[in-house]
């Protein structure tokens, strides 16, 4: 199965976990495993880039994490 999703979005979490519990029944585990890095010297790091690193690899660990506990707690 496949579902894509932005894991830096919110609702595309909710899409994911909605879908993932339509095709089977429930949740059982969250491997949070999307990331981003972009080897650059410290001059080369632009404001955009650093939000889609930090939003990505920090702020979709957290609401992935999050919503994933809905499904745990709630069956």
């Not at 976990?17 to 080897?39: M, P, Q, S, W």
């Not at 080369?44 to 939003?55: L, T």
């Not at 990505?56 to 069956?75: E, I, M, Q, R, T």
């Amino acid at each position: 199965m496949v579902v894509k999703a932005d894991v830096a979005k919110a609702e595309d979490i909710d899409h994911l976990f909605r879908e993932t519990k339509k095709a089977f029944g429930r949740v059982d585990i969250l491997i949070n495993n999307a990331g981003v890095y972009e080897f650059a010297p410290l001059e080369g790091v632009a404001e955009e880039k650093f939000h889609r690193m930090f939003d990505l690899n920090v702020l979709g660990l957290l609401l992935a994490s999050k919503k994933v506990a809905d499904y745990f707690w709630s069956g």
